[in-house]
């Protein structure tokens, strides 16, 4: 089953509605939570531990927010491989933990341009996805939500494995999250350039 432990998440979500689906869950497997913006206002409100990525990273939010999660503590965090010696040397020459779980979704840029949002370009989303698909790239070791619906499905499978989560579902993860940032850019795309 190739199972891997979730001991940290990212999560860094535009739609925190549901975030009491999965909170539970993580706190049952002592999961680390790293977040940022309004994703880490919300959790603390809600009562959960969660460490704010600028605390992490030692960087502060910059450009109005279009800088937050972009820093090599993060994705080294995320691509690292595993099983391969002179990646965890290097991780470890740098302090850089492991990041398991990255649950990300993305700006509602298609929601806005049906809005004819003045501020579209703002809504162009450049963390999220790549978040996204570093994590996706990284399936061997690391398990990408990208997607509010997977929620109840990610909380199923840490359940059934104790706190891991299968390579079965990590590459099913990560084909949907590969197909989430595809689509998001097509959409981008057809908007800036044929309208």
Do not use: Q
């Not at 009562?47 to 939010?61: A, M, P, Q, R």
């Not at 779980?101 to 809504?123: A, G, H, M």
């Not at 997977?150 to 059934?160: A, F, R, V």
């Amino acid at each position: 089953m190739n199972l891997k432990k979730i001991k940290r998440a990212i999560i860094s979500v535009s739609d925190k509605s549901n975030l009491k689906l999965i909170l539970p869950t993580l706190k049952k497997y002592n999961v680390e939570i790293i977040s940022s913006g309004g994703s880490f206002k919300k959790i603390k409100s809600m009562k959960y531990e969660c460490i704010d990525v600028s605390n992490y990273t030692g960087l502060n939010e910059m450009l109005d927010g279009r800088i937050k999660t972009l820093h090599p503590k993060i994705y080294a965090g995320i691509l690292g491989i595993r099983n391969n010696p002179s990646h965890r040397d290097d991780l470890k020459k740098l302090s850089i933990p492991e990041i398991d779980l990255v649950i990300v979704d993305l700006y509602p840029f298609e929601k806005k341009i049906k809005k004819n949002s003045k501020k579209l370009i703002e809504y162009i989303d450049i963390g999220g996805p790549a978040l996204i698909r570093a994590a996706a790239k990284n399936f061997n070791d690391v398990t990408v939500i990208s997607s509010i619906k997977d929620y109840s499905s990610l909380t199923k499978e840490l359940k059934i494995n104790k706190g891991s989560t299968s390579i079965k579902f990590r590459k099913f993860m990560s084909a949907k999250a590969f197909g989430l940032t595809a689509y998001y850019d097509s959409v981008i795309s057809n908007w800036k350039f044929y309208t």
